[in-house]
């Protein structure tokens, strides 16, 4: 098992509990490494859903599972990843948004593979020739 970026759905996912396969490689991955490893940008997408339906005791309970994880900084060599990774698929007429290139380079900067459900999605950064790596925890 690769060290691994939770993109935001996944984490979500692990949270939950929901899904018996990302659950089972969420207990593997922190039996190997000690702890899950969230994007900033993950941290700002869930507290920003919880705050939008009012719900600061979710949100204060998000941030202390937070505290227990690993959390890359985002800082210049990462934003300069980000934006050429946002920029890209802008020019080809593809635009993805921000968050999603923001974790991508965070995954890049910090040699991590991209755990995500939405694979299809983040494989149009791989064919702009970025060596993202993905995985998939619901498949089984």
Request: aromatic share 4%; hydrophobic share 40%.
């Amino acid at each position: 098992m690769n060290r691994a970026l939770l993109d935001t759905d996944i984490d979500s996912e692990v949270l939950r509990g929901v899904d018996a396969n990302v659950a089972a490689h969420a207990l593997a991955y922190r039996r190997a490494y000690g702890c899950l490893t969230l994007s900033v940008i993950t941290v700002m997408e869930m507290v920003k859903g919880l705050q939008k339906v009012q719900r600061p005791g979710k949100i204060a309970d998000l941030l202390a599972n937070v505290a227990r994880e690993e959390v890359p900084d985002f800082d210049q060599t990462t934003a300069e990843a980000a934006g050429r990774i946002w920029g890209d698929p802008e020019r080809t007429g593809q635009p993805i948004g921000v968050a999603d290139p923001m974790i991508d380079g965070s995954a890049l900067v910090h040699g991590l593979e991209l755990v995500t459900g939405n694979t299809t999605h983040y494989q149009r950064i791989q064919q702009l020739g970025y060596p993202l790596i993905l995985a998939n925890w619901r498949a089984p």
